[in-house]
């Protein structure tokens, strides 16, 4: 079965999500010969017309190759792009691809990825919430939301406490972050887990001073506490504190991984399969991290086709943490967008075994929701946080 037509559609709605980011999918359909249609998806947050441009130049390595042969296609770009390790669009869009082809594998093998790629290690995938603390300001407005959650079954909790702060933060921030997240902590008991958000905003000495004041809430992790590039800082961190340190949504290769696994920078990897390579590289970094005794927590934050082949990635992995879990605070066109859906019960999701990656998706929204590939607008609030929390009180 041969690739004959991929085709990059972007989607929006004037529906709001969470997050600005949220408000747009880049979903990639890739066509066979024999008329299967296979689904993946980009990453799109203020990379929408870059990303949709770039899906148009990587689709060239990929027309006319053989759908089966998942490896040896996502090794033909590897070998074409110079600066493939450099480009975030070059590897969001093979990751896309390499998605949409192993949905085509499954379908065509009339199997779950999950058999794909060795059988399910887990019947049932554990989640955390995140997307839940919109327009969240106040302590009191994180206590009663996050009570919410927990009423809904989740057993973890993400979120940025931050606010405003950029690079430093000073006592009053310090002080603000604090009582968040202590009012989280009281709300949703011992038992909860919890995740700090930096989103990867501050400085070492900065980051250094809020593990000293949240480490007494014991979350599960400090995710991004430093800048994805600032290797010192990372290293800084490190040697300053003892909470244990998420990262990894950014990592686009498997050689790029290697480097924070082999520095001891991270306890738990947080690779994103929409842009670390697909299911064929996601599925080694997985791998690399078990023999680094470092455990996975997919990133997980875009759209319905990520959502599906991360439940599935998750299925498998001997070294899995917990998943991050959008689905209850998508817009609903994103969860009406699949047929079947993946809801969560008791902070669990059950891993379908429908062929491919498991979605059937409504040909129909697909055509209603296609939009322009244009940019995103850019406000004060910047597009990577949860809409309505980039304030103080
Ligand atoms: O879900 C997360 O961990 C995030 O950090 C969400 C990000 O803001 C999002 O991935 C930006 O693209
Ligand atoms: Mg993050």
Redesign the pocket.
């Known amino acids: 079965m041969k690739i004959q037509e991929i085709t990059p559609i972007v989607l929006s709605s004037k529906e709001k999500g969470a997050a600005t980011w949220a408000s747009t999918m880049i979903v990639v359909k890739v066509e066979t010969t024999d008329g299967m249609v296979g689904y993946g998806e980009a990453v799109p947050t203020l990379r929408v017309s870059q990303v949709f441009s770039a899906l148009k130049q990587v689709s060239k390595g990929f027309m006319g190759q053989e759908v089966e042969r998942v490896e040896r296609n996502y090794h033909r770009w590897y070998t074409q792009d110079f600066y493939l390790s450099r480009s975030f669009e070059s590897a969001t869009s093979l990751s896309a691809i390499d998605i949409a082809l192993w949905d085509l594998l499954g379908k065509e093998l009339g199997a779950p990825l999950n058999k794909l790629l060795g059988g399910k290690f887990r019947d049932e995938v554990p989640v955390y919430a995140?997307g839940w603390y919109k327009d969240c300001v106040t302590p009191q407005d994180f206590s009663v939301r996050a009570k919410e959650v927990v009423g809904k079954g989740y057993k973890g909790l993400?979120f940025?406490p931050f606010g405003a702060y950029f690079d430093w933060i000073d006592e009053r921030g310090l002080k603000q972050a604090e009582e968040r997240v202590k009012a989280v902590r009281e709300s949703v008991g011992d038992e909860v887990e919890i995740m700090i958000?930096?989103?990867?905003r501050f400085n070492a000495n900065s980051a250094i001073s809020i593990a000293k004041r949240l480490e007494k809430y014991n979350p599960l992790f400090m995710?991004?506490p430093v800048h994805h590039e600032d290797i010192e800082g990372y290293r800084k961190y490190r040697s300053h504190t003892q909470v244990r340190v998420?990262?990894g949504?950014r990592l686009i290769g498997l050689k790029e991984t290697l480097f924070y696994l082999r520095e001891g920078l991270v306890d738990i990897l947080?690779p994103d399969i929409t842009n670390v390579g697909g299911v064929t590289v996601g599925r080694k970094v997985a791998s690399m991290a078990e023999a680094f005794d470092v455990e996975i927590a997919f990133?997980n934050?875009f759209g319905s086709i990520q959502n599906a082949v991360s439940i599935q990635l998750a299925s498998v992995i001997p070294n899995l943490v917990i998943l991050?879990n959008f689905y209850d605070w998508f817009p609903k066109w994103k969860r009406d967008l699949v047929r079947n859906g993946t809801p969560v019960e008791n902070g669990r999701v059950k891993v379908p075994d429908r062929p491919g990656i498991g979605v059937e998706v409504d040909e129909e929204l697909l055509e209603e929701l296609r939009a322009d590939p244009v940019p995103l607008e850019v406000s004060d609030e910047p597009v990577?946080v949860v809409g309505g929390t980039w304030r103080g009180y």
């Open positions: 995140n993400k940025d958000e930096h989103h990867g995710e991004e998420a990262m949504e947080q990133h934050a991050e990577w």
